[in-house]
């Protein structure tokens, strides 16, 4: 059984410090060889010294001498988006785990394609606005593209254990915890705050994916996300409601069978499989009690009071440049909220309004028009928050 050298981008994020702990774990399995984060100096000169790393990237180069100040003058460190880059082609590394929030893991994705090296994605922007591009690049090189988002790893997992290609596939069915506002009756919704839009029932999640959550664009991310990954149609990606968080997916089959992954809720378990695939490892994580379980539960999801799953698989089934642009425009509404300008429930209007605005066009395979459309709904979605926060004082 090999082990597999990975850099991971985005480090000092949950994702990453729970990349770091199942390397502790299994470290006949897993070596990390490089490290990436935006500007959290200590916390990455902290993971330096754990790892022994002696190539790193920061995504603000402006924290360059603050780092280099804090570790061994023989770690050689990049900067910028080339310097993420140029840790995604680090020689020695046969995978880049990319969790990097936003669009900013976009070019090392590809480039770590290029380089040939298998990816492990928890950043859903990256499928969300080019997933075409990354998944066609990534078939072109013979590289494997494993998804380490827990409802994305669950259905690669179940896919594993059948052997089916997507003809043979009925549904693929992601779960969602509900977020905090799950039974909140859909008037109070406009009242939401941003301390109550952060407390997720339970993930330990990033601010801006915690918020996500709470909207359930999250979800919605997560169903075009499936899409590119699985070669599925929109119209067999669906959503169901399951607060425990035990059941990550489901895929049902043509003939009405339906395989499901199960684990605790612990971000380790698909981070593992991702490195370790396709063996299975043993490790020190708390296996499911079935007899503490007692019961599951499952609903349906309430999309007249949470509209960013319509948004999603509207976007989803136009295609081109729609999905990056409802990226964008989410993203830009999520910022305004967390900083007071805008409410909870305006962030699906800003999404609605900025796709609505929009004439999605087919990118051909190119990543140009697909930025071109990312900065356009960015500069609008923030003119319409501006107009929203202006016109409410």
């Given at each position: 059984?090999?082990?597999?050298?990975?850099?991971?981008?985005?480090?000092?994020?949950?994702?990453?410090?729970?990349?770091?702990?199942?390397?502790?774990?299994?470290?006949?399995?897993?070596?990390?060889?490089?490290?990436?984060?935006?500007?959290?100096?200590?916390?990455?000169?902290?993971?330096?010294?754990?790892?022994?790393?002696?190539?790193?990237?920061?995504?603000?180069?402006?924290?360059?001498?603050?780092l280099a100040a804090l570790i061994s003058p023989d770690v050689t460190i990049f900067t910028g988006e080339e310097g993420l880059c140029e840790l995604a082609r680090t020689e020695e590394a046969d995978m880049v785990l990319i969790s990097i929030i936003g669009t900013a893991g976009l070019q090392p994705a590809l480039t770590a394609i290029e380089a040939g090296k298998d990816l492990?994605?928890?950043?859903k922007e990256i499928l969300v606005m080019a997933g075409e591009v990354v998944m066609t690049a990534a078939r072109k090189a013979g590289i494997n593209v494993l998804p380490v988002d827990s409802e994305h790893n669950a259905i690669y997992q179940c896919l594993q254990v059948d052997h089916r290609g997507p003809d043979q596939v009925s549904r693929l069915?992601?779960?969602?915890?509900?977020?905090?506002?799950?039974?909140?009756?859909?008037?109070?919704?406009?009242?939401?705050?941003?301390?109550?839009?952060?407390?997720?029932?339970?993930?330990?999640?990033?601010?801006?994916?915690?918020?996500?959550?709470?909207?359930?664009?999250?979800?919605?991310?997560?169903?075009?996300?499936?899409?590119?990954?699985?070669?599925?149609?929109?119209?067999?990606?669906?959503?169901?409601?399951?607060?425990?968080?035990?059941?990550?997916?489901?895929?049902?089959?043509?003939?009405?069978?339906?395989?499901?992954?199960?684990?605790?809720?612990?971000?380790?378990?698909?981070?593992?499989?991702?490195?370790?695939?396709?063996?299975?490892?043993?490790?020190?994580?708390?296996?499911?009690?079935?007899?503490?379980?007692?019961?599951?539960?499952?609903?349906?999801?309430?999309?007249?009071?949470?509209?960013?799953?319509?948004?999603?698989?509207?976007?989803?089934?136009?295609?081109?440049t729609m999905p990056a642009v409802m990226n964008a425009a989410n993203e830009i509404a999520v910022e305004a909220f967390m900083n007071r300008r805008l409410g909870f429930t305006q962030i699906w209007d800003v999404v609605g309004q900025v796709m609505n605005a929009h004439d999605p066009i087919d990118p051909m395979g190119r990543l140009e028009p697909i930025l071109k459309a990312d900065a356009w709904a960015r500069s609008t979605a923030a003119g319409i928050c501006a107009s929203l926060a202006t016109s409410s004082v």
């Open positions: 059984m090999r082990k597999r050298r990975v850099v991971i981008l985005g480090s000092t994020g949950s994702i990453g410090t729970s990349a770091l702990k199942v390397a502790r774990d299994i470290p006949d399995r897993m070596e990390v060889v490089g490290l990436a984060a935006c500007s959290s100096v200590k916390a990455l000169a902290e993971q330096i010294h754990e790892t022994g790393v002696k190539r790193v990237a920061l995504f603000d180069a402006t924290k360059k001498e603050e492990a994605i928890a950043s069915i992601l779960t969602a915890s509900g977020g905090p506002f799950r039974t909140w009756d859909k008037n109070a919704l406009a009242s939401v705050t941003l301390e109550q839009a952060l407390q997720h029932p339970t993930w330990n999640m990033g601010r801006k994916i915690t918020i996500d959550s709470a909207t359930m664009f999250n979800k919605g991310l997560e169903m075009i996300e499936a899409r590119w990954l699985f070669d599925i149609p929109m119209d067999r990606v669906d959503v169901i409601v399951h607060p425990q968080s035990i059941v990550h997916s489901m895929v049902e089959y043509v003939d009405g069978s339906v395989i499901a992954q199960m684990s605790e809720s612990d971000m380790c378990f698909p981070i593992q499989y991702a490195v370790t695939w396709p063996d299975r490892v043993s490790n020190t994580l708390t296996p499911l009690d079935f007899r503490q379980l007692g019961s599951l539960v499952f609903e349906a999801p309430r999309e007249d009071a949470f509209p960013a799953l319509t948004l999603a698989r509207r976007a989803g089934e136009l295609s081109g």
